[in-house]
């Protein structure tokens, strides 16, 4: 399974880090997974906002171009997600996830932007 962590209630222009670790059988399958960072804010369906490849490429939403970084670290299992700059519409819940042929879902990790 996969669990999320890192986020908080933050002023705008705040900064944060979320992270990710999976857990289980799917640990064995990681390494060669794209895995994605989604959001999705109240009454909105979730929307993918940042990608880390196998090879640590990265592609990004035009929203959060060049304030959010995405990385990885393949032997401990884990995908981050730096987000700086952060503003009020960057509130959601924050989920990580295999790219293509999604894992089961986490529960996420609030994060809330104050203006």
């Known amino acids: 399974h996969v669990v999320e962590s890192g986020g908080a209630l933050v002023q705008a222009g705040g900064s944060l880090r979320l992270s990710c670790k999976v857990f289980?059988?799917?640990?064995?399958?990681?390494?060669?997974?794209?895995m994605g960072w989604y959001r999705q804010a109240p009454g909105k369906q979730r929307e993918l906002v940042a990608i880390v490849g196998s090879d640590k490429s990265t592609d990004y939403a035009d929203s959060v171009k060049g304030r959010f970084t995405a990385s990885r670290d393949n032997s401990r299992k884990m995908a981050y997600l730096q987000m700086n700059d952060l503003k009020p519409e960057d509130t959601g819940l924050y989920y990580c996830?295999?790219?293509?042929?999604?894992?089961?879902w986490g529960q996420g990790t609030q994060v809330t932007v104050s203006s």
């Open positions: 289980g059988a799917i640990t064995s399958v990681f390494n060669p997974s794209p």
């Open positions: 996830n295999r790219h293509t042929n999604n894992w089961p």
